[in-house]
């Protein structure tokens, strides 16, 4: 059966009353997380929704694994992220690449991200860690997110750019910065302006792109030179090879390296501040994960070979994604008409909405959802979840390549911190997600420090 036929098949989907023209625009736009939840909530695994053109919210685990596995190909990225304005910004790396052209750039960069490639990077996060924490001191005020934004940021460029001046870092740090504002608002507005049109903030971005490549060039010019060997990332992306034996060129090591050096740490500090929120209204957790690092009796902060004794950490870090999901959504059109396993017909030319917000809230699968407990995520409960219930890193094709890299990362300063100090909120405060691009607190999240 064509895909055409099946879906003249499928039975059409719930949803609620939209408003004329706009359908439920201006309701999503007014309160993202609430309004898909509501409607998940009322109407069901599969929800019709009209934001901007026909959109399906598709909730059930069996659904999405269709949609990001089984029939993925039916499926692609919208025009925001794999458009032409978006390809001016992202290039043609794994973001932005479909079909053959996305495996063919997955399968040479997934060396640059095996185990054995990323634990030398161990010591890095610790180290970074180390030096935070010896700028804290007990009893002060932080505002969490900025701090471990700087940490996760400062860790990435040294991974990525390795023994480079800290001069051309820090101009790297600052630039990279710059541009994820631009991509916040590429991505986060219904209507950017065009780049061409001489605002500060293009002005800002066009000039942060220049440093950026301008210190990207230079640095693979060097390690073209040199011989291959282990090494930071982009070392490992100049001598990585394709299939055929061919290796990137310039532009696509550039291209790479731009989205590793943003995606590879606002996702990770932004889950671990979470954590750090949930663990905060829970002292029991926060307890056990004390007590699991404490039970290490090292002098040193964590490594590679700690990890087997920090399961508890992880689960605590996979319970706040669940709870607070960096990426909170993704966005998927229909290439051709499509009959969903649940039954559901799915037109060409739809979004489709997956939120992870939603998924991983569903009580089906996770009773008295909003409640923050990391046993979720214990060896003997995991198993009894459909596989697509959890996605914090996406699926199928398009699994984030840099998964490991994030659990390593994120494990070892979920440990480092919780060696030396106790976290706090401090009171008064609304904690409020702001689900842009990214799920972030909205205004921050102060801690006070408690030295252990």
Request: hydrophobic share 40%.
């Amino acid at each position: 059966m064509s895909s055409t036929t099946a879906a003249l098949d499928g039975v059409e989907a719930p949803g609620p009353p939209g408003l004329p023209r706009i359908g439920h625009l201006r309701a999503f736009l007014r309160d993202k997380l609430g309004f898909l939840s509501h409607c998940a909530t009322t109407y069901g695994d599969v929800v019709r929704l009209e934001i901007g053109a026909r959109t399906y919210l598709v909730s059930h685990p069996e659904d999405v694994k269709h949609i990001l596995l089984s029939n993925c190909d039916n499926y692609a990225k919208t025009s925001r992220i794999a458009g032409r304005r978006a390809r001016r910004f992202f290039g043609d790396g794994v973001v932005t690449a479909g079909g053959q052209a996305h495996l063919r750039q997955r399968r040479a960069l997934q060396p640059v991200f095996h185990r054995a490639a990323i634990e030398p990077f161990a010591a890095l996060m610790v180290q970074g860690a180390e030096a935070m924490l010896a700028r804290w001191r007990d009893g002060i005020e932080i505002d969490l997110n900025a701090e471990i934004l700087e940490l996760t940021q400062r860790i990435m460029m040294r991974a990525l750019l390795g023994s480079e001046s800290e001069r051309d870092v820090a101009r790297f740090a600052r630039a990279i910065s710059q541009r994820r504002r631009y991509q916040e608002y590429l991505l986060g507005r219904i209507f950017p302006i065009p780049e061409s049109v001489p605002t500060r903030l293009n002005r800002v971005y066009r000039h942060a792109s220049r440093e950026i490549d301008a210190i990207i060039d230079a640095a693979v010019r060097r390690r073209r030179r040199a011989a291959p060997g282990p090494g930071d990332m982009l070392s490992m992306l100049v001598h990585v090879r394709y299939d055929d034996g061919s290796r990137m060129s310039d532009r696509q090591i550039r291209d790479e390296a731009r989205t590793l050096a943003i995606a590879g740490y606002e996702t990770l500090a932004e889950a671990l501040c979470w954590t750090w929120y949930a663990l905060a209204t829970s002292p029991v957790a926060e307890a056990k994960v004390a007590e699991e690092v404490s039970a290490l009796a090292v002098e040193r902060g964590p490594g590679v070979a700690d990890l087997p004794r920090l399961a508890y950490c992880r689960m605590a870090l996979a319970e706040g994604m669940r709870l607070y999901p960096p990426t909170w959504i993704f966005v998927r059109v229909a290439r051709t008409g499509d009959v969903l396993p649940s039954g559901v017909r799915v037109p060409a030319g739809a979004k489709v909405y997956l939120c992870q917000w939603v998924i991983h809230r569903n009580p089906r699968y996770y009773p008295d959802p909003q409640r923050f407990d990391p046993e979720r995520f214990s060896a003997v409960a995991m198993p009894s979840r459909p596989r697509f219930s959890y996605i914090p890193f996406g699926g199928g094709r398009r699994l984030c390549i840099g998964e490991e890299f994030a659990w390593l990362e994120g494990v070892l300063l979920l440990a480092c911190v919780a060696r030396r100090f106790r976290l706090a909120l401090v009171p008064g405060q609304v904690i409020e997600p702001d689900p842009n691009v990214t799920l972030r607190p909205k205004r921050g999240i102060w801690m006070r420090l408690h030295a252990r």
